[in-house]
């Protein structure tokens, strides 16, 4: 069983930045491939970012290329999403998942963190 943990969400004005950490525990860390996913009021799960196990693969959604950058940093076990230019749009709770191997669509996540909010305020 892999443990999530996501910390950081937060209160934040539009055009302020937000840094979320997903901490991982109880198996290999370097074997998933990571991503965040965010969910907002009376909408879907949707996709944003996923990183692959070795980092070398990176994937964005549309709605968040060039603002929010994800990495990993496997001696801590733990994924970053650094979250730049906020916009209201972006309020959600934000969700880390684990996939074994590379990153795959949503339903093929294996483990899910329990959630972080974060609210951008216009």
């Known amino acids: 069983q892999l443990r999530l943990v996501e910390s950081g969400g937060g209160l934040v004005q539009a055009g302020g930045s937000l840094r979320l950490s997903c901490a991982a525990s109880?198996?290999?860390?370097?074997?998933?491939?990571m991503g965040w996913f965010r969910q907002a009021p009376g909408k879907e799960r949707e996709f944003v970012t996923a990183?692959?196990?070795?980092?070398?693969?990176?994937y964005y959604s549309d709605s968040v290329k060039g603002r929010f950058t994800i990495s990993r940093d496997t001696a801590k076990n733990t994924v970053l999403l650094q979250m730049n230019s906020l916009k209201p749009e972006d309020t959600a709770v934000y969700y880390c998942?684990?996939?074994?191997?590379?990153?795959?669509?949503?339903?093929?996540?294996?483990?899910w963190g329990q959630g972080t909010q974060v609210t951008v305020s216009s």
């Open positions: 998942a684990a996939v074994y191997g590379e990153p795959r669509g949503e339903d093929e996540y294996d483990y």
């Open positions: 109880g198996r290999p860390f370097s074997s998933y491939a």
């Open positions: 990183i692959s196990w070795s980092g070398g693969s990176i």
